[in-house]
Nanobody
Framework: VQLVEAGGGLVQPGGSLRLSCAASGLTFSRYDMSWYRQAPGKERELVARISSNGGSTNYADSVKGRFTISRDNAKNAVYLQMNSLKPEDTAVYYC?????????WGQGTQVTVSS
């Protein structure tokens, strides 16, 4: 199983980024997918979650109204659209898949919000 994140980078405050996570080696449509992030010196935290069929989403209070999680089960991919980025959004962002009593993590992609 592989989860490969892409789309991170350096962006100015107020800017946008779209992260993607490509999954392989698993029946993607059976897995709930989540984005987590971990800033230096802090614990990893849940950012957003989407159910296996895309019908349910949840967000951390800190990103509600700014971030949108989505998925394309035909492409085995999950996305995180991040708008109105703030310096406090700076972190390594990880993709996680959960299902069938198993959990898989990607390697992470760095997002830096700075002027």
């Amino acid at each position: 199983v592989q989860l490969v994140e892409a789309g991170g980078g350096l962006v100015q405050p107020g800017g946008s980024l779209r992260l993607s996570c490509a999954a392989s080696g698993l029946t993607f449509s059976r897995y709930d997918m989540s984005w987590y992030r971990q800033a230096p010196g802090k614990e990893r935290e849940l950012v957003a979650r989407i159910s296996s069929n895309g019908g349910s989403t949840n967000y951390a209070d800190s990103v509600k109204g700014r971030f949108t999680i989505s998925r394309d089960n035909a492409k085995n991919a999950v996305y995180l659209q991040m708008n109105s980025l703030k310096p406090e959004d700076t972190a390594v962002y990880y993709c996680k898949g959960s299902g069938n009593w198993l959990t898989y993590w990607g390697q992470g992609t760095q997002v830096t919000v700075s002027s």
